[in-house]
């Protein structure tokens, strides 16, 4: 079993920046590539981002590439969600999630621990 805990969420306005965290315990955490999801009121669960279990490898959504940056620090079990330049529809419930199986993967079907999530709220 691996546990999940997001932080980091809040409400910032439009152009600003936030950073989530998502703390690992459990099984070794070096073991998992890990991913983003975010999942929007009335809205399906939608990949945001994905890095591997040695951080080489990550993958982005289109809508957030080259504005949020996937990061993990395996010594610290912890892995990271830099966002900046925020618009009003990145506003979601924030979760991060766990796989053994794949490098990198953007779809959740392939992830089986999940953190309880964190809520962002961009303001226009």
């Known amino acids: 079993q691996v546990q999940l805990v997001e932080s980091g969420g809040g409400l910032v306005q439009a152009g600003g920046s936030l950073r989530l965290s998502c703390a690992a315990s459990?099984?070794?955490?070096?073991?998992?590539?890990m991913g983003w999801f975010r999942q929007a009121p009335g809205k399906e669960r939608e990949f945001v981002a994905a890095?591997?279990?040695?951080?080489?490898?990550?993958d982005y959504a289109d809508s957030v590439r080259g504005r949020f940056t996937i990061s993990r620090d395996n010594a610290k079990n912890t892995m990271y969600l830099e966002m900046n330049s925020l618009k009003p529809e990145d506003t979601a419930v924030y979760y991060c999630?766990?796989?053994?199986?794949?490098?990198?993967?953007?779809?959740?079907?392939?992830?089986?621990?999940w953190g309880q999530g964190t809520q962002v709220t961009v303001s226009s």
């Open positions: 999630a766990a796989q053994a199986n794949f490098l990198v993967t953007m779809n959740p079907s392939r992830y089986y621990y």
């Open positions: 459990g099984r070794t955490f070096s073991n998992y590539g």
């Open positions: 890095i591997s279990w040695s951080g080489s490898s990550t």
